[in-house]
C-alpha cells in the first residue's frame, strides 16, 4: 500500500520553472512505476510523465517533451517532476500516481496523491 502526498505547485510567470514534489509512505515504492498525470478545467485527466520502479525508463507526454523531467528517489521515497519553461497552457491540477508498471493510462495506476495547483502566467 502507498500513500502519496503532492507539494511545490504555485504561481509562476510563463517561461519559468517549478519543481513538484511527490512524497510516498509504505516500504514498498520503489516496487512500484510512477507517474505524473494533471487535469485542466473542462478538460479530461492527461498523462505526462512516467518513469519505472528502478528509474532505468521515463516517457514524456509529446506536449512536454524538452521541457519537463520525471525523476525519482527511491531512498527518500519520493517523485519529482522538474518543469521549466512553463506555458499557460500547462495550468492544471497535478497528480502523482503509483502503478505496477510504467504506461500513460490512468486507469492503470492504483495509487493517487490528492493533487497540487499550477498555475502560469501569461
Known amino acids: 500500500q502507498v500513500q502519496l502526498v503532492e507539494s511545490g505547485g504555485g504561481v509562476v510567470q510563463a517561461g519559468g520553472p517549478l519543481r513538484l514534489s511527490c512524497a510516498a509512505s509504505?516500504?514498498?515504492?520503489?516496487?512500484?512505476?510512477m507517474g505524473w498525470f494533471r487535469q485542466a478545467p473542462g478538460k479530461e485527466r492527461e498523462f505526462v510523465a512516467a518513469?519505472?520502479?528502478?528509474?532505468?525508463?521515463?516517457y514524456d507526454a509529446d506536449s512536454v517533451k524538452d521541457r519537463f523531467t520525471i525523476a525519482r528517489d527511491n531512498a527518500k521515497n519520493s517523485v519529482y517532476l522538474q518543469m521549466n519553461s512553463l506555458k499557460p497552457e500547462d495550468t492544471a491540477v497535478y497528480y502523482c500516481?503509483?502503478?505496477?508498471?510504467?504506461?500513460?493510462?490512468?486507469?492503470?495506476?492504483?495509487?493517487w496523491g490528492q493533487g497540487t495547483q499550477v498555475t502560469v502566467s501569461s
Open positions: 500516481a503509483a502503478g505496477g508498471t510504467l504506461t500513460t493510462q490512468n486507469d492503470a495506476y492504483r495509487y
Open positions: 509504505g516500504r514498498t515504492f520503489g516496487g512500484y512505476a
Open positions: 518513469i519505472s520502479w528502478n528509474g532505468g525508463n521515463t
